[in-house]
T-cell receptor
Framework: NAGVMQNPRHLVRRRGQEARLRCSPM?????VYWYRQLPEEGLKFMVY????????ESGMPKERFSAEFPKEGPSILRIQQVVRGDSAAYFC?????????????FGPGTRLTVL | DQQVKQNSPSLSVQEGRISILNCDYT??????FLWYKKYPAEGPTFLIS?????DKNEDGRFTVFLNKSAKHLSLHIVPSQPGDSAVYFC?????????FGKGTKLTVNP
């Protein structure tokens, strides 16, 4: 029973390029959450998705960032025209049901470095 | 404006003794609290949780206490083991998302 999978684990991009981060939730989980961790900080919520729907994107920057969770395939967090301030660890979590009482299981993260 | 605060960035204890990690929150609407453990270069791993209607939850060596009037929770690990050395994050549930503290780095010395 595989856990939450994220790839790539490490991603290096130059300023202005695009970054695509992928997340495959645990089997049977249809709820996906993305968090960002800046150095020396806690994890900050970005977006919550169910299959084909964005439920809550209140933590997403208004520009350059987008997320999707298609009917088939992994969830994708896309960052266009990356800047140095986007360098961080991006974690995906999945849950079997909606609601905070169910534990969110985290993937190993993607460490994005913008040169 | 931090809604979940872990005021101790680090804690060092001797193996076999008790580790107490603290967390304060400001939002009285939080309905669930969780502790996660994180090793370097890995994702957070769920440790233990507590509903806002309870004041204590125990799981083996780990116990979480919740004091709603003080908006404070704590994680007790006893006895502490070297393998417990990690960063511990307190998180609170607000609607569909978790709000995390900045973490406390626990070092358990043999």
């Amino acid at each position: 029973n595989a856990g939450v999978m994220q790839n790539p684990r490490h991603l290096v991009r130059r300023r202005g390029q695009e970054a695509r981060l992928r997340c495959s939730p645990m089997k049977g989980h249809s709820h996906v959450y993305w968090y960002r961790q800046l150095p020396e900080e806690g994890l900050k919520f970005m977006v919550y998705l169910q299959k084909e729907n964005i439920i809550d994107e209140s933590g997403m920057p208004k520009e350059r960032f987008s997320a999707e969770f298609p009917k088939e395939g992994p969830s994708i967090l896309r960052i266009q025209q990356v800047v140095r301030g986007d360098s961080a660890a991006y974690f995906c979590a999945s849950s079997p049901r909606r609601g905070g009482t169910d534990t969110q299981y985290f993937g190993p993260g993607t460490r994005l470095t913008v040169l | 404006d931090q809604q979940v605060k872990q005021n101790s960035p680090s804690l060092s204890v001797q193996e076999g003794r008790i580790s107490i990690l603290n967390c304060d929150y400001t939002n009285s609407m939080f309905d669930y609290f969780l502790w996660y453990k994180k090793y370097p270069a890995e994702g957070p791993t769920f440790l233990i949780s507590i509903s806002s209607i309870k004041d204590k939850n125990e799981d083996g060596r780990f116990t979480v206490f919740l004091n709603k009037s003080a908006k404070h929770l704590s994680l007790h690990i006893v006895p502490s083991q070297p393998g417990d050395s990690a960063v511990y994050f307190c998180a609170a549930s607000q609607s569909e998302k978790l709000v995390f503290g900045k973490g406390t780095k626990l070092t358990v010395n043999p």
